[in-house]
């Protein structure tokens, strides 16, 4: 039973515009929630987190929203670089270390 | 460079053929956790551990095995591999807990590609 879900296996975007990827979860003791991004024959880095008691972090051209009463995040990127072209997988985590992952949506940013 | 290695980054053998993948973290991380990632899954847990000679069970642990007699090694066994376990294998490792306020993200190795025919 995936208690993070991520139901858009793509997305495509023109260069400059913006990029929203979306993220569903399950289980309401989730209370740090991450993403990762990922290039072909690499593995996943870390990009941004969230802490369940805020509801938006920035960094640069990336920001999270969290959604605690819908259990929904989204990862914007403004604006999109052909960089960004990867596949980017939501987290979660309950307690210490574990995360629960998400399939992961494959962006892709077009010149 | 603070890193996390994996080796062999490819692999294909053979249903029964006894294989070990090695990981190694030069990062004095205590957590240390294997992955496996499939079409449509994602990343699904295996094995982590928690210190040397502390393991645990992830969400698929079925068909592997794991040790950790040093901190900084933590190999995956798989003992009687099978066509189901085809797949890409992540090693990851970060400091234990939770930071004040915060996360530890996890840093991921390369990965391993595994084939079993």
């Known amino acids: 039973d995936q208690q993070v879900k991520q139901n858009s296996p793509s997305l495509s975007v023109q260069e400059g515009r913006i990029s929203i990827l979306n993220c569903d979860y399950t289980?309401?003791?989730?209370?740090?929630f991450l993403w990762y991004k990922k290039y072909p024959a690499e593995g996943p880095t870390f990009l941004i987190s969230?802490?369940?008691?805020?509801d938006k972090n920035e960094d640069g051209r990336f920001t999270v929203f969290l959604n605690k009463s819908a259990k929904h995040l989204s990862l914007h990127i403004v604006p999109s670089q052909p960089g960004d072209s990867a596949v980017y997988f939501c987290?979660?985590?309950?307690?210490?270390?574990?995360?629960?992952f998400g399939a992961g949506t494959r962006l892709t940013v077009k010149p | 460079e603070a890193q996390v290695t994996q080796n062999p980054r490819y692999l294909i053998t053979v249903t029964g053929k006894k294989l070990t993948v090695t990981c190694s973290q030069n990062?004095?991380?205590?957590?240390m956790s294997w992955y496996r990632q499939d079409p449509g899954l994602g990343l699904r847990q295996i094995y982590y551990?928690?210190?040397?000679?502390?393991?645990d069970k992830g969400d698929v642990p079925e068909g592997y095995k794991v040790s950790r007699k040093e901190k900084r090694n933590f190999p995956l066994i798989l003992e009687s591999p099978s066509p189901n376990q085809t797949s890409l294998y992540f090693c990851?490792?970060?400091?234990?807990?939770?930071?004040?306020?915060?996360?530890?993200?996890?840093?991921f190795g390369p990965g391993t590609r595994l084939t079993v025919t």
């Open positions: 551990s928690m210190n040397v000679e502390v393991t």
């Open positions: 990851a490792s970060s400091p234990l807990g939770r930071s004040v306020g915060g996360f530890y993200e996890q840093y």
């Open positions: 990062m004095n991380h205590e957590y």
């Open positions: 969230i802490s369940s008691i805020k």
């Open positions: 289980n309401s003791m989730f209370d740090y």
């Open positions: 987290a979660a985590s309950e307690l210490n270390n574990d995360m629960r």
